[in-house]
């Protein structure tokens, strides 16, 4: 059956129209995408570096923050239990002076340099406690890795270590007569841990357990790490003399 020439010419009409608006739209989505691209390279050039680098993977070094301090960079406490700096025998006061061959000034420079070092690999520290230099050696981990050894602490079944003393009142001071620091102690609670071995307010701890005592926050970590119903041996500086007191720990 033959078909008008005025409809053939509708029809051809109707098809160009639908090709057309699909050029339309193919058009309009390239445009689109190149004005998001250009927002996004906008936004790259324009946001600080340090921003940008926030989500990027980088190494941690198992500590609570990093400061500033004089000859390179402290912290209050190791964090978490069996973490890299835990591992490596740092504790909480220690300056770190070099980290994988490279000096540490600052505590940004200290974030900057575990950016760089990957995730896994073993780095040299230099560190200085009690006005002594010191090498050690730690292995980065990842934010997951840190975040499963706070989990595995925090649901650890044992619960938490108790001393029984302020810890708002404790405070890190300085031994007389050398360069070292330990915490002493204000309030002792009574009929607790510590009152019932017999420390006494005004006790400096120097040691816990084995481990050296510098600040006050490292003194409540190792507290609450320690195994409730454990007997832990705790120097304090006492009159300017070393006591030893053994002390069975009580559980939060």
Known sequence: ????????????????????????????????GGVFTSIINSIRDHVPAQIMQQAAPRSYAGVD??????????????????????EAGLVGGDIITTVDGQPVHSDDEMTEILRRIPIGKTVDVIYVRDGETKNTKLTTISREEMKRLEDVFGNRPQGRGQFGYEDGEAERVEIPNTKMFGVQLGEILPNRPADLAGVKQGDIVVEFDGVPIRTSEEFLSRVRRALPYSTVKVVVMRNGERVEIPVKMGKQ
């Open 1 to 32: 059956m033959a078909i008008p020439p005025g409809q053939i010419s509708k029809r051809r009409r109707r098809r160009m129209s639908g090709m057309t608006w699909m050029f339309l739209g193919l058009l309009i989505f390239f445009i689109a």
């Open 65 to 86: 923050n990093f400061d500033t301090t004089d000859g390179g960079v402290t912290f209050a406490n190791v964090e978490p239990p069996d973490g890299p700096a835990d």
